[in-house]
């Protein structure tokens, strides 16, 4: 009991330096807001406002009826331009996609042949150019199908009837999961920083050697650390999911609020201990600076958060599949993407304490040793 309430009062401590520190605490507001909010609406994958010009050589009613089905917000409205403008648009980007509709093209579609359209991209923004080449695709093969169903053209007819259903989200908005995908990384990032700035802040200020005159284990001050910043964690991630997520930007919550969050406490006992393992490797703000970058940002872009878990090389993946990051990404978008229950998601759970408390030891082992060479 008594270690209990040392535990306790020392994480209070660590509340009120937390409180003293403008500038972690600005930090932590604008990650879960501001931040957020940003990463959902100004960083967006999907077509939106794009430039297209089109090089209209037949001037038929299909042609412009296939023109007018650029528009806005995709789209803004198409240029008409000439052949010879092409490359110049491209080269000076003023326009990502440019069209070419051949001539006699509507007589070559009431034949019942197969003319074909120039589609001119700009690949320098890769994800916007493959978008962008399938919605114009899909746009123009259900505008001629509907212009020649109207004048009675026989179709040519495909060998399967395919029917596509987007699961989870249905408009496939990036804002959808970029802006939860935010509040996933921002969680590693800053308890990682949290709790490795306040290691590297009582070595500075002497604090540390203050603890060493108290009748205290190194265990319950890595335990106060762990508690303290990690409740602040956890309820501004909560607060941000609800306010941030599912009121300012509209976006969904399948599932459990409440098992994300259970989830998202036994990560933070794996990241708290991270960033005590790194402030006691570190000798300084700035070496824990080098170190956070060396091994915390290669974390979040290997996690499946950025790119799928699936594409990375079997090494890599049999890797990183034992690093708690990734067990914690695959949890966060099960229950929030697809409303995954605690029977789905309990193997990452299992791993995510496992791996934890194994860091927790080696973390302790090597803050021991930093206070006993300290003292």
Avoid: C
């Avoid at 604090?207 to 205290?216: C, K, N, R, V």
């Avoid at 990734?326 to 229950?335: G, K, L």
Wanted: a neutral charge.
């Amino acid at each position: 009991m008594d270690r209990l309430t040392s535990i306790f009062r020392l994480g209070l401590k660590e509340l009120q330096s937390l409180r003293r520190d403008p500038v972690l605490l600005i930090l932590i507001l604008w990650a879960f807001s501001a931040g957020v909010y940003m990463a959902a609406d100004g960083m967006r994958s999907d077509l939106n406002n794009v430039a297209v010009a089109v090089v209209d050589e037949d001037r038929s009613p299909l042609s412009r009826q296939l023109i007018d089905t650029l528009r806005p917000p995709e789209f803004r409205k198409p240029e008409l331009i000439s052949f010879a403008e092409i490359d110049r648009g491209l080269d000076t980007q003023a326009y990502s996609f440019v069209l070419v509709i051949p001539e006699r093209f509507e007589a070559d579609v009431v034949r019942g042949n197969a003319p074909k359209i120039l589609l001119n991209i700009d690949a320098t923004a890769m994800m916007q150019a493959g978008t962008g080449a399938n919605h114009i695709a899909q746009a123009f093969a259900q505008e001629i199908a509907r212009y020649q169903h109207g004048r009675g053209i026989a179709a040519a007819a495909m060998p399967v009837d395919l029917i596509i259903r987007y699961a989870f989200n249905p408009n496939l908005s990036s804002s959808w999961f970029s802006a939860i995908m935010e509040i996933i990384n921002n969680i590693t990032m800053l308890t990682v920083v949290l709790t490795g700035a306040a290691v590297m802040r009582e070595r500075e200020h002497g604090t540390l050697e203050h603890l060493l005159s108290m009748p205290l284990t190194p265990f319950e001050i890595m335990m106060a650390k762990v508690w303290a910043n990690g409740l602040v964690i956890l309820v501004v991630a909560g607060l941000s999911l609800k306010i941030v997520i599912e009121q300012l930007l509209g976006v969904p919550v399948a599932g459990s609020v409440a098992l994300f969050l259970s989830g998202t406490a036994l990560y933070l006992f794996f990241a708290s201990a991270l960033g005590i393992l790194l402030g006691t490797i570190a000798r300084s703000m700035p070496q824990f600076g080098l170190l956070f970058i060396l091994t915390i940002l290669p974390m979040n872009l290997l996690s499946g958060g950025e790119t799928p878990i699936e594409s990375q090389p079997l090494m890599l993946r049999t890797l990183m599949s034992a690093v708690p990051s990734t067990q914690f990404v695959s949890m966060a978008q099960a229950v929030l993407y697809r409303g995954a229950d605690f029977w789905i998601v309990w193997p990452k759970f299992v791993a995510m304490t496992l791996v934890g408390l194994l860091l927790f030891t080696l973390a302790a082992i090597r803050f021991r040793k930093s206070i006993a060479a300290a003292h």
